[in-house]
């Protein structure tokens, strides 16, 4: 016996229920668009990546969701770094002090929370909201309507057909890996590891929900508190360190976090709620972003080290960027590549600007600028509003940013020896991990 499938249509299919898709599916849904928003699983489900930056807070405003997200999160000031290697206290970049100050804080939140009012608020909005929706399949027949194919909890299958598909699909990045065009970064790449735990030891005062930043020989660690009391902590490692492990992931992940004595003694008197997870390949980006009748937006398409807690921020401002060009194509498809080229020069300017920096935040230079902060010519006025994800607004902090890094480079110059010893290492790191690579 055949089995049956409906079939139904929409003007915009979005899969993924992520910020990024729960996004644009709102603001479409707002201009007037059937659109059709699937998520695969059930929200409230968990997520990593609960740090905010100040420039997600307009963004918020705009859906109408600020006050609700206000209501969950613990608000964030700035971030803490500490670094072993230096003297004195750690370093602490307040969001108030940056070019802009007109958006001084942030927020840490409980992804699930979060993600869930994103959710709803795309429903509220008028898309439909399909959960524990799996998409199995798509086809871009020339001349006609893409063809989503979707299973539901129950096991009954639904096709779609749309005239725009919006990939949202974050790390499962649907369409990339549908194309073969999803590759590893060749320049960065890491695992991680992560727990939340309760009783943990936070900053004093308005300080109390800043993100901390450790470094450590084989990484950086992440202390994120949240405002129920929990506290996400997680470790950022070198691939060859997580090859190391020869205990279970717990105790890993426990040997890993007495490497820096300072959380360590935050985390003294902490309890872990749950079993630590780890994950690996960090770090990828998609061939291009867009083609006939479909983009890719947030970690579809692209996904770059957590160190700044870029990630939410740069899929929200993606889906803002990218419901232009949907609404374009559909409406105007003579305006449609003006608008994409933007898309895409904007998407890849604010990865390239955050890049710049993780690639080299395990360099002793940079860690030497970081701790010891100076704003000569803005440049602190100007990492500051990187920091809080002000790449978009026109702010002028990008001569600033040149001088950052010619002092970064002069600074190698001085110390050779140092320079070329960490270029070795990170060099070795990457011939490790391409090795790899061509293994699998």
Request: contains cysteine; proline residues 5%.
């Amino acid at each position: 016996m055949t089995e049956q499938k409906t079939v139904s249509h929409c003007d915009v299919f979005v899969l993924g229920g992520g910020p990024a898709g729960s996004t644009i599916s709102a603001l479409l849904a707002e201009r007037g668009w059937n659109v059709v928003l699937a998520e695969k699983e059930q929200h409230p489900r968990f997520h990593i990546g609960e740090s905010l930056l100040p420039l997600n807070m307009p963004l918020l405003q705009k859906l109408g969701v600020y006050d609700e997200v206000e209501r969950i999160g613990m608000p964030k000031y700035g971030a803490e770094f500490n670094s072993p290697w230096h003297a004195g206290p750690p370093v602490t970049f307040d969001f108030s002090k940056a070019w802009d100050k007109t958006y001084p804080t942030a927020f840490e939140v409980r992804r699930s929370e979060f993600d869930e009012i994103l959710f709803r608020n795309a429903r509220n909005k008028g898309a439909t909201t399909i959960e524990q929706c799996r998409v199995t399949g798509t086809e871009f027949p020339k001349g006609d309507d893409v063809v989503v194919e979707t299973q539901l909890a129950d096991g009954s299958r639904q096709t779609w057909r749309s005239r725009f598909v919006v990939d949202a699909s974050g790390r499962d990045t649907f369409l990339a890996n549908r194309f073969g065009i999803k590759r590893r970064n060749r320049y960065h790449n890491s695992a991680a590891m992560y727990g939340h735990f309760t009783g943990a030891q936070r900053l004093p005062g308005n300080s109390a929900g800043n993100i901390s930043i450790f470094w450590f020989d084989h990484g950086w660690l992440w202390f994120i508190p949240l405002a129920d009391g929990t506290t996400s902590v997680g470790a950022v490692c070198w691939p060859y360190y997580m090859k190391s492990r020869k205990k279970d992931p717990t105790g890993f992940f426990m040997d890993t976090i007495a490497m820096s004595p300072k959380l360590q003694e935050r985390l003294c008197d902490a309890k872990l709620t749950h079993e630590v997870t780890a994950t690996g390949n960090f770090s990828y980006r998609a061939q291009r972003m867009h083609g006939e009748r479909y983009i890719m937006i947030g970690d579809a398409y692209a996904f770059i080290d957590p160190v700044f807690s870029s990630g939410v921020m740069l899929a929200m401002n993606s889906a803002f960027e990218g419901a232009d060009v949907v609404d374009a194509s559909l409406r105007d498809p003579q305006a449609a590549p003006a608008l994409l080229r933007r898309f895409d020069r904007s998407v890849r300017s604010g990865i390239d600007s955050f890049s710049w920096f993780i690639y080299r935040m395990t360099n002793p230079t940079i860690r030497d600028m970081f701790m010891g902060p100076a704003n000569v010519l803005r440049m602190q006025e100007a990492v500051l509003s990187l920091l809080a994800g002000d790449l978009f607004r026109g702010t002028p902090i990008r001569w600033s940013l040149r001088a950052f890094k010619s002092v970064y480079y002069f600074l190698n110059l001085l110390h050779p020896a140092r320079t070329l010893a960490a270029w070795r290492r990170r060099k070795w790191i990457l011939r490790e991990r391409l090795a790899e690579t061509q293994g699998t």
